[in-house]
């Protein structure tokens, strides 16, 4: 396993993380026994970063987590995230002191710990100050119920509004072939102040795993079968053919070495060096020894070269900041 600094926190994570999305209900079902043994191959195989959220099937998502985790939670980097699907708020969205205050100790519960690693707010709440937000991140940090924390989902000048009260220890951003605004958007901000950076979706929800065909159909609350739903826009009707003629021809560029489309697609994120940790969302430990695969090899300048033109062939836009829900 490969390990980065996260930022100036003083942590080493892993290149690749544990992403607990897969696990919230929001991906259609899954084997909870399958997601614990997966857990513990992660660990067995070097990987000590856990992605997880309050959200994430309203707390099952934590509780898998620390059920996984057992007498091992020492060697685990746990992240977690509060701000999203409350009822009565607009977009469900809130980051007032006291649902901050409240959520950490719920999450706390979930997760059977006395501290997580790494507190974000999932996402803008439009209607709270962000000094009021981030005034209650540094008072759960300062509290030790979380050694550092951080945002989720901001665009740079929020990134930078948040900063006029407390720096940003780590920020957590969407960042896969198909969609690279961060590059220009966020990855600068971070590296000037020295923020750590994880990464989700980098198998572009499955996309790039390559085992997605014509007839591929999501079940019912898969978001990715919501065409409302702004991350979906590569699965809906008039995209889904290219995205897959895409993914085809990513396929044999992945096999000149060897690999496949999904450890290519790792392997891409993971040779940006902004990128502390990539999150993968890992559902048993099949899954976690393919990703393995995606370290310990490189694409050349060519290679790279090449990827860009295919995009730039199925006339692909991979920079848009509008996936930021405002």
């Given amino acids: 396993m490969e390990y980065h600094p996260l930022g100036r926190t003083g942590l080493n994570v892993s290149a690749l993380g544990f992403g607990c999305w897969e696990t919230s209900g929001r991906y259609g079902a899954f084997d909870e026994s399958e997601v614990v043994a997966a857990v513990h191959r992660a660990l067995d195989s070097g ?86 937000t981030m005034s209650a991140l540094d008072e759960i940090v300062r509290s030790g119920k979380a050694r550092f924390a ?27 072939m198909f969609d690279r605004t961060v590059e220009d958007e966020i990855f600068p901000v971070c590296r000037e102040h020295g923020i750590g950076t994880t990464t989700w979706g980098s198998l572009a929800h499955g996309l790039l795993a390559g085992a997605f065909n014509a007839e591929t159909t999501f079940e019912k609350g898969d978001w990715r079968s919501n065409p409302k739903d702004r991350k979906s826009r590569f699965f809906t009707k008039e995209n889904f053919a290219t995205s897959l003629a895409v993914v085809e021809e990513l396929k ?75």
Avoid at 111 to 121: F, G, M, N, S
Avoid at 263 to 292: H, I, K, T, Y
Wanted: with cysteine; aromatic share 10%.
């Fill in 252 to 326: 044999s560029i992945a096999a000149r070495h060897g690999k496949s489309v999904s450890q290519l697609a790792l392997n891409w994120v993971l040779s940006n060096p902004d990128v502390s940790a990539a999150l993968v969302g890992f559902r048993s430990p099949r899954e976690v020894d393919e990703s393995m695969g995606s370290m310990g090899w490189s694409l050349d300048q060519a290679e790279r070269a090449e990827i860009d033109a295919l995009f730039r062939k199925f006339k692909i836009k991979t920079s848009d900041r509008n996936w930021f829900e405002a």
């Fill in 47 to 132: 990987i000590n970063c856990f992605d997880t959220a309050e959200s994430y099937g309203f707390g099952n998502s934590e509780r898998i987590l620390a059920k996984a985790l057992g007498g091992r939670r020492h060697e685990a980097i746990i992240v977690t995230k509060f701000g999203i699907r409350y009822p009565g708020r607009e977009k469900g969205r809130d980051s007032r002191r006291e649902r901050a205050l409240s959520s950490i100790d719920t999450s706390l519960k979930h997760l059977k710990t006395d501290y997580v690693d790494v507190y974000l707010v999932h996402t803008l709440d439009a209607n709270t100050p962000f000094e009021e």
């Fill in 150 to 176: 951080g945002v989720s989902n901001f665009l740079p000048e929020q990134m930078m509004s948040c900063m006029e009260t407390r720096p940003l220890d780590v920020a957590q951003h969407q960042y896969h």
